[in-house]
């Protein structure tokens, strides 16, 4: 079933977006930033796999400049995330945040490289 999820985040330290519950995987087709606040900002947006106790950061967004009310848009693949997998973004300004995914039943699921 698909589901948008949107956040007005301060800036701050790494904040969670999404966690793909247990028992469900996440397609993530479209993330949308937009700088709310004054100024330029910027941020990094990040895919933590749980297999390995979040020590795989996969940055996704590095060190975005984002200018006053502009906005950013990911949708040009798809972001395949297993149960517990985290997506998280590190912002200098003010942002809201809207992200698209269809929230799948997982079926059993094989390791590739490691994961």
Do not use: C
């Not at 977006?17 to 479209?30: D, F, K, R």
């Not at 996969?58 to 297993?82: C, H, P, T, W």
């Not at 929230?103 to 994961?115: C, H, S, T, V």
């Amino acid at each position: 079933m698909k589901h948008s999820i949107g956040k007005s985040l301060a800036a701050g330290t790494a904040q969670e977006i999404l966690t793909v519950p247990n028992g469900y995987h996440a397609v993530v087709t479209m993330v949308y930033v937009t700088n709310t606040s004054g100024s330029t900002g910027s941020y990094n947006m990040s895919w933590r796999h749980a297999h390995n106790n979040y020590a795989d950061v996969i940055r996704f967004a590095y060190g975005k400049s984002l200018g006053s009310g502009s906005s950013d848009q990911f949708a040009n693949g798809e972001l395949v995330m297993k149960a517990g997998d985290k997506m998280t973004l590190t912002n200098t300004v003010a942002v809201d945040v809207i992200v698209t995914f269809d929230l799948i039943q997982a079926m059993p699921l094989y390791a590739f490289a490691g994961e």
